[in-house]
């Protein structure tokens, strides 16, 4: 492993300009990362525009990102070292950059025929979805109501609600064109979705704006 790496900042301007940086180590339940890709959040434009000091941001120098994924480098103390080498996603501060440091807690092993562009872009959007229904009370066999459900995020949120074995999972969304996105889903047989769509008004068309209920589809 290198001494250093290379790292993107905000704080400067209105980029992320690189620097040079130690490779990081790790600590007790910590786990370094080399990431292979990293995702972009709302969160990231956000806090590169308050600290842009050309802008009138705070000027606040901090190491970029939040989301990654790559191979375990190196674990600290009370990590399991059988992680070394190991292809993981994770979420956590300072991601924009070559080796990350992370919580082991805070990374998940990336399923066999996915990718690191396509895994970088989850573990925000898992832990969104699944930390709402946890936050909820959530039980097995219980219904669960998805609004935006044919949003990136939304189709998550559907698919963590079935895998923890939700019995009913009502999907809701204002796109036509976007209405049978959620049936085309792998649905197990414990699940069933029930979706609405309310549309826009249009008086060439009989709803007149009023919400359209739409019964479940049984999975086969």
């Known amino acids: 492993m290198t001494a250093t790496t290379t790292a993107l900042f905000g704080g ?35 806090m590169l525009e308050a600290a842009d000091p050309t802008a009138g941001g705070n000027g606040n120098e901090y190491q970029a990102g939040y989301e990654f994924a790559g191979d375990v480098t190196a674990v600290g103390e009370g990590v399991d070292t059988t992680a070394v080498d190991r292809r993981v996603m994770g979420t956590t501060p300072a991601s924009f950059a070559q080796y990350v440091l992370a919580d082991h807690r805070h990374v998940l092993p990336i399923p066999d025929g996915l990718d690191d562009t396509e895994a970088c872009a989850l573990p925000t959007g898992l832990l969104t979805e699944h930390g709402a229904l946890m936050t909820g009370g959530f039980r097995p066999s219980q219904s669960v109501l998805i609004t935006g459900a044919t949003s990136s995020i939304g189709l998550i949120g559907l698919q963590i609600a079935r895998a923890l074995g939700a019995g009913q999972i009502i999907a809701t969304t204002r796109s036509a064109a976007k209405h049978d996105l959620p049936n085309s889903l792998d649905w197990q047989p414990h699940s069933r979705l029930a979706s609405t769509m309310r549309r826009r008004s249009d008086p060439a068309t009989p709803t007149g704006g009023e919400e359209q209920s739409h019964p479940p589809k049984e999975s086969s």
């Open 12 to 46: 400067t301007g209105p980029h992320w300009p690189p620097r040079q940086v130690p490779v990081p180590q790790p600590g007790p339940g910590q786990i370094v990362v080399r990431a292979h890709a990293v995702a972009l959040n709302n969160a990231d434009a956000a």
